[in-house]
């Protein structure tokens, strides 16, 4: 994967402009609504352990 870097100007950003329009509770409702459709319908997030055995030294 290649990183890209792309500079615009403010006036050139209308996606900027737009969210900067929105009020906190509708950017967080986006923010919940693309968390959904990537992790799933669950309210939780999953959580995950691994045993790690030390050797004895």
Same mark, same amino acid.
């Given at each position: ?14 996606? !900027? ?9 509708? $950017? /967080?409702?986006?923010?919940? !609504? ?9 309210? $939780? /997030? ?12």
């Amino acid at each position: 994967m290649i990183k890209v870097i792309k500079r615009v100007s403010k006036k050139q950003n209308t996606d !900027l402009a737009f969210w900067l329009k929105q009020t906190p509770e509708e $950017r /967080l409702s986006c923010v919940e !609504l693309l968390r959904r459709q990537y992790n799933g319908n669950s309210s $939780r /997030l999953q959580r995950s352990a691994k045993l790690i055995q030390r050797t004895k030294s």
